[in-house]
């Protein structure tokens, strides 16, 4: 191609497509197949992406941590009547929230993002929300701690590299597009003390989500870290009341700039150590009577409308339940395989029904993998008591 042929606006919208095909060629790569709207994240995000306080809707659904399970993510999903057989979003309007700790203990952790990103802009399309957050171990990854990755997860990341490197490769052939920065750019090429069989899954995880990586940027970037929906809070592992004085707007605006790779190599203080938003486990420990709940008073007396702090973070065994006369609900199930593999379960919240636990239990244990409709009354769990034979209503 000729130099002056650089100039002509036809020139320049091809070597754009030729741009796109390429990322669009390595998301379906990497992805299971997915092909999502838009493979550039660099692009800004507008306000209703961002947002950290929203009004209730109808129907609410929450999920617990994931942790790199792609068929018990699916379970869940299909449990709530979010999507169908063919992954393809079947919520309606629905909005939903997943609290986070999609990363670690599993092996399909890109997967699970590429899907929960696809559902995001098909859930927009028919009026509902997929709202993701920030677990402890999204900050973790993003700050390099990766004690809890399988020998797969690190896998699928090497396989990941591989294939974004073979695009970066493609689009140095195309005349006119800029040439695009080296992934491992600061990055040892071996590290001392790591099998030799890991090195390579280790570089890859350190590129793609240390800040500004490709996958941080891309998907944990868009992620929230508290949030509020209508009468619920909700944080990975907690809030106390010091951390909705600091201010929920500015906690979730100062981790995106940290991901996003403007605010050093260490996570903001507030998701750091044992009473941070996402490593709280003052309102989630399984004994009941060890529930802080004056702390818990505390904290959402100062959110106004608010009635009740929705976590995950801490398995609870027994299910979905609550404490603190409902005010502090606890929805990590430990449902992925590297969790104990526990049952899928989803709290779901209705305007005009007020709180229930739909649970896959039944199905599990009788070997049937057909999953329970969302206006089903079989196979639902107690909701939010103690566990017992029937279902149970809790009074929002």
């Given at each position: ?30 992805s299971g197949g997915i092909f999502l709207r838009n493979p550039d994240s660099r692009t800004s995000q507008d306000a209703s992406e961002t ?97 809890y990755v399988t020998k797969n997860g690190l896998k699928e990341f090497e396989n990941w590299a591989n294939w974004y490197c073979i695009g ?127 702390a818990l008073e505390h904290a959402l007396a100062t959110i106004p409308g608010v009635k009740r702090m929705i976590m995950g973070h801490t ?82």
């Open positions: 191609m000729k130099e002056t042929e650089h100039k002509d606006p036809t020139c320049k919208d091809v070597t754009n497509l030729l741009s796109l095909f390429v990322d669009t060629f390595v998301d379906f790569s990497v947002a950290t306080r929203y009004p209730a809707p109808d129907h609410l659904v929450a999920i617990g941590d994931l942790h790199g399970d792609l068929e018990k993510s699916k379970d869940a999903l299909k449990l709530a009547g979010l999507i169908d057989n063919s992954d393809r979003w079947t919520g309606g309007s629905t909005t939903v929230v997943q609290v986070g700790d999609v990363l670690d203990r599993g092996d399909d952790e890109i997967k699970i993002l590429y899907l929960l990103e696809k559902l995001k802009t098909e859930a927009e399309k028919n009026g509902g929300k997929l709202i993701t957050m920030n677990g402890n171990h999204e900050i973790m990854n993003v700050e390099g701690d990766f004690r970066n490769k493609m689009k140095t052939l195309c005349v006119g597009l800029e040439k695009p920065k080296d992934l491992f750019s600061g990055i040892p090429s071996v590290f001392k003390g790591i099998e030799e069989e890991y090195n390579d899954g280790i570089r890859a995880r350190i590129a793609a989500l240390r800040p500004n990586g490709p996958i941080a940027e891309r998907f944990l970037s868009k992620n929230m870290t508290v949030l509020v929906v209508g009468d619920s809070v909700f944080a990975h592992g907690g809030l106390l009341k010091r951390h909705v004085e600091y201010g929920l707007e500015k906690i979730n605006q100062e981790v995106r700039d940290w991901i996003n790779g403007l605010a050093g190599s260490l996570a903001p203080r507030y998701c750091r150590g044992r009473n941070a938003v996402v490593w709280l486990r003052k309102f989630s420990d399984e004994s009941k009577e060890k529930c802080d709940c004056s398995i609870q065994g027994e299910g979905i339940n609550s404490a603190c006369d409902n005010r502090a609900i606890r929805i990590d199930v430990g449902m992925s395989r590297g969790c104990g593999g526990g049952f899928p379960e989803v709290l779901v919240i209705n305007r005009n029904s007020g709180l229930q636990v739909w649970s896959l239990k039944p199905s599990y244990q009788n070997n049937n993998r057909s999953y329970l409709p969302a206006d089903s009354k079989e196979g639902l769990a107690l909701l939010l008591q103690e566990h017992g034979p029937k279902q149970v209503e809790v009074k929002a």
